[in-house]
């Protein structure tokens, strides 16, 4: 086997890395990373997101080509689509970064009791579970059959520190409002996180002879101007005093996705300022 460089390592140069919910706060993160080492990002999101608009404007940006596709990745007729006409122009993909999950928000309800475990309805929690699992699920079966095919390949899940710890729903508490109807981190969150991991460890040792490789990487809290209150309480639970910036994340996405993590499989690096130790 020949050795790399440490810089041969991280080179990312004409990969074809497919990510999920590119056009959220971290997708366009894991886009930049991709193309700050030579790699080529595929934007997959839903129409409302615009991502041939934010891949056009990404590329710009970033002097690098940057793709957009409008698709639900719940729908296999869709995926399939994308990775057909990716395949007819490259010949191959790379990366997947499975990155596209709802985010459930107790504001999303109609009363501050929505988010809490009694009420939360599973209409909601179907379809979370819609995007991050079954989303996830189905990505993988057709961009990773493509890899197993090539026999080299990368999947990268995105979880959270809420898919390894508990929530602390002590963040989230109002005062004045009686015990039972305190908002709390609505429960689906925490079953997809949870499952992505699980989904992962079941990729990495299926896919494991075709040379495909298959991570999760669990991000802390990411500050995006939350109520002050919100970041005091939370960066008191995290050993390093503060929440994550935006691009704190973009070495660990490029290393798990290039040949740096090269004898890597099937783990969850978590990444969260200490959080989960305490």
């Known amino acids: 086997m020949v050795e790399n460089t440490m810089h041969q390592a991280f080179d990312l140069t004409g990969k074809v890395a497919i990510i999920t919910g590119g056009c959220g706060l971290l997708g366009k993160r894991h886009a930049r990373a991709i193309a700050a080492h030579g790699g080529i990002p595929v934007l997959i999101d839903l129409p409302a997101a615009a991502p041939q608009a934010v891949a056009e404007a990404l590329a ?21 689509t994308v990775c057909s006409q990716l395949l007819a122009e490259f010949g191959h993909v790379d990366i997947l970064i499975n990155n596209a999950a709802n985010n459930p928000k107790q504001e999303a309800g109609n009363s501050v009791n929505f988010s809490r475990f009694e009420h939360f309805p599973t209409t909601q929690l179907e379809a979370d579970m819609h995007v ?43 005062d004045g409002l009686p015990e039972d109807q305190q908002p709390v981190k609505p429960v689906s969150y925490s079953i997809v996180k949870t499952a992505i991991i699980g989904l992962t460890r079941y990729l990495a040792t299926y896919w494991a002879a075709s040379g495909i490789r298959v991570n999760a990487l669990s991000p802390g809290g990411v ?29 660990a996405v490029i290393f798990l996705c290039s040949d740096a993590s090269s004898y890597m499989t099937g783990t969850n690096l978590i990444i969260d300022g200490g959080r989960s130790c305490w």
């Open 132 to 174: 991050g699992i079954t989303g996830a699920m189905v990505m993988s079966q057709v961009f990773g059959s493509a890899m197993a095919r090539q026999k080299a390949g990368v999947i990268l899940n995105i979880a959270s520190d809420l898919g390894v710890i508990a929530p602390d729903q002590r963040l989230y508490r109002k």
């Open 60 to 80: 710009t940006e970033l002097t690098s080509r940057v793709l957009g596709f409008t698709a639900d990745i719940t729908d296999r007729t869709q995926v399939e």
């Open 223 to 251: 500050y995006n101007h939350q109520p002050e209150e919100f970041v005091a309480k939370l960066s008191q639970l995290i050993p390093m005093g503060r929440m994550a910036n935006l691009d704190e994340y973009e070495g």
